[in-house]
Every structure is written in C-alpha cells, then in structure tokens.
C-alpha cells in the first residue's frame, strides 16, 4: 500500500504547488496559499518519512499524522472554493484525490492500529 500512497501524495503535492503558484501569482492570495501548501505537501514527507520509521509505533504515527494532514487540506480546498479562490471544477479534482488519500490513509492507520494491539496483547 505504501508505493501506491507516496505516488498518490506526490502528485498531490505536484498539484498543491501549482495550486498555490496560480493563487499567489493570479489571485495574489498570500495567507490561505501558504496553509494548504504546508498541509498539502506534508501528506506525502510524511508518507515518505514512514518507511524509514524507527519502530511500529513511530510508523503507525506518521501516517496518523499525514492522515490529519488530508483532512486539514480538505479543510482548506472547502475554504477556497467558498471564498471563490478556485473554480468548482479545480476543486472537485483536488478534493476526489485528497478525499482517497483520506481514505487510504485511514485504511491503514485502522489496520495498523488494530495490529499494534494484537501484537502487544
């Protein structure tokens, strides 16, 4: 599951990036841009950071946190597009990959956690 989730959260964090060029250089929105390049791209470092982790806890723990990252990102594309930063169609293409990464994400945060507990029992 993990090569499938640093791809994923890469090019999500491709797509951020370009996100946050369009809204700083056309928008010249500084604030908003910054917190969801901050959140967007640190899905991904965080996925990344993962496979070196030092223990199971330690891994079970980064992708808890690149979990609460997507969900943070979600939160601002909702923002965005209520504000009229983003076009609907920009955002619904954000949101469906963010919302899988989500999804994912809490698959293996659920069946980790669920395994951790077995183990220690």
Known sequence: M?????????????????????LQQEKKEYVLSKQILKSGTSIGA??????????DSDYLNK????????N???YWLNLLRDTDY???????????I???LIALLASCVKT????????NS
């Open 46 to 55: 965080l996925i990344h950071e993962a496979v070196f982790a030092q223990s």
């Open 72 to 74: 943070e990102t979600l």
């Open 2 to 22: 993990i090569p499938l989730l640093k791809d994923k959260s890469y090019s999500f964090a491709v797509e951020i990036v370009r996100l946050v060029q369009y």
């Open 86 to 96: 983003i076009y609907i169609d920009l955002y619904e293409k954000l949101a469906e």
């Open 63 to 70: 992708l808890a946190v690149s979990l609460k990252d997507a």
């Open 112 to 119: 980790l956690n669920n395994r951790l507990k077995s183990k």
């Open 98 to 100: 963010v919302k899988e």
